[in-house]
Nanobody
């Protein structure tokens, strides 16, 4: 069993930065693939980025260059550094963990989800 708790969301002006964190409980954290998804008001949840247990990363093309996913297995935590934020980045950001993720952008590949953290980017 893995429990995930996101933090770091908030209100930021366009062009600003935020770093989201996702703290995981469970002794097998280091073996899980981890991902970030987001859901904007009135829209479906979408994939943002993922990182394998060994540190390989995957991004939605539109996120490349602005967002960076990383993990610290010693702290059971993953991060999402978000730079050059735009109003369209406004969403609830969710952390997810999966034991055997084959398709990074598919929600049901992930077994555990956090409660989400709100990110609001003002223009």
């Amino acid at each position: 069993q893995v429990q995930l708790v996101e933090s770091g969301g908030g209100l930021v002006q366009a062009g600003g930065s935020l770093r989201l964190s996702c703290a995981a409980s469970g002794r097998t954290f280091s073996s899980y693939a981890m991902g970030w998804f987001r859901q904007a008001p009135g829209k479906e949840r979408e994939f943002v980025a993922a990182i394998t247990w060994s540190g390989n990363t995957h991004y939605l093309d539109s996120m490349k260059g602005r967002f960076t996913i990383s993990r610290d297995n010693a702290k059971n935590t993953i991060y999402l550094q978000m730079n050059s934020l735009k109003p369209e980045d406004t969403a609830v950001y969710y952390c997810a963990a999966g034991d055997e993720v084959m398709r990074w952008g598919i929600e049901y590949e992930y077994d555990y989800w956090g409660q989400g953290t709100q990110v609001t980017v003002s223009s």
